[in-house]
């Protein structure tokens, strides 16, 4: 059981029943009460490691009696599975002894079968309910491709700025790589962005084609959010960055000029190729 009906493969190498179920915008105490009485029938319950899953499923075990295990990324028994910690820095390798097990998995790590769920597996969560001490006021939409979907991420760090630099200078990058923006925490921290758009250990988890890290030192914290991105591309003017160091392509460089001219760069290719 998972929410976002991605899922990974071996942890149901064998399984004999399986249900995806579908959060929708429900309230994390709602989710963890319904989910702890829910899933007393199933083996397994898995959630996405991002803030969502990492809210409401250490929540619903606590309330299951069950110990939760966090950012796994790998199984090789049914019992035996691999997480980071230390911010991705080390991979502990676990034995659970519970019948059942409960976590939280990285997504990037593992092949989505969620094209493969027939319907009826399918599981709603409640929506709405009445919980003791919570009033929704409202919901707001964020809409636009997420971090998760993107196969191209353009990251901005606290170099930016400011809030209408890190839009102005960004954007128009993340729009002829068709990607979206991404953010430091530092990025975030000082308001240049919003806190969905932060990738790191206590932000999002991915591991889109191509991470543009602009302005971005390359702190562990960071770096534990986006590591597994295919192609890491760093304009920094510190050629000694971590985030140079890592990078496939490290450009040593101011970002107020390099990102416009790679912007130019990009039309003047698209213009050559396409004779837009
Ligand atoms: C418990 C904990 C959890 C954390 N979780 C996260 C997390 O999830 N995500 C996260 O990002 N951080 C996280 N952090 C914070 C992290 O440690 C760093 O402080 C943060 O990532 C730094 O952000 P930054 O790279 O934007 O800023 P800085 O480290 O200040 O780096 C700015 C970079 O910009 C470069 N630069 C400056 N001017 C220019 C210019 N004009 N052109 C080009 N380059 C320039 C500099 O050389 C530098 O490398 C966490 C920290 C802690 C303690």
């Excluded at 409960?102 to 790590?109: L, Q």
């Amino acid at each position: 059981m998972i929410d976002d009906g991605s899922t990974p493969e071996t942890a149901f190498a064998g399984a004999t029943r399986r249900r995806v179920c579908a959060t929708p915008p429900a309230d994390v105490i709602t989710l963890a009460a319904w989910l702890a009485t829910e899933a007393s029938g199933y083996d397994d319950v898995l959630a996405a490691a991002d803030s969502n899953g990492k809210d409401w499923l250490p929540r619903a075990a606590a309330l299951a009696g069950v110990q939760a295990f966090s950012d796994v990324i790998g199984f090789s028994a049914a019992d035996i599975l691999q997480r980071a910690i230390y911010a991705g820095d080390l991979i502990e390798t676990v034995q659970s002894h519970q019948p059942r097990l409960w976590a939280t998995v990285r997504t990037a790590a593992f092949a989505s079968l969620a094209g493969d769920l027939p319907a009826r597996d399918l599981l709603h969560a409640p929506s709405t309910a009445s919980v003791p001490g919570i009033r929704v006021l409202g919901r707001q939409a964020q809409g636009g491709l997420s971090l998760k979907d993107a196969r191209a991420l353009v990251a901005g760090g606290r170099a930016l700025a400011s809030a209408d630099n890190f839009i102005a200078v960004l954007q128009p990058l993340a729009e002829r790589l068709g990607g979206v923006l991404a953010a430091s925490r530092a990025a975030v921290d000082a308001g240049y962005a919003p806190n969905s758009w932060q990738v790191g250990q206590t932000g999002q988890i991915v591991a889109p084609e191509v991470y543009v890290a602009v302005g971005i030192s390359g702190a562990a914290q960071h770096v534990a959010g986006m590591r597994d991105s295919s192609l890491i591309i760093a304009i920094n003017t510190d050629p000694d960055a971590p985030m140079m160091r890592l990078a496939d392509i490290a450009w040593q460089a101011d970002l107020f000029d390099a990102v416009p001219a790679l912007c130019a760069a990009l039309d003047g290719y698209c213009s050559r190729n396409t004779g837009l």
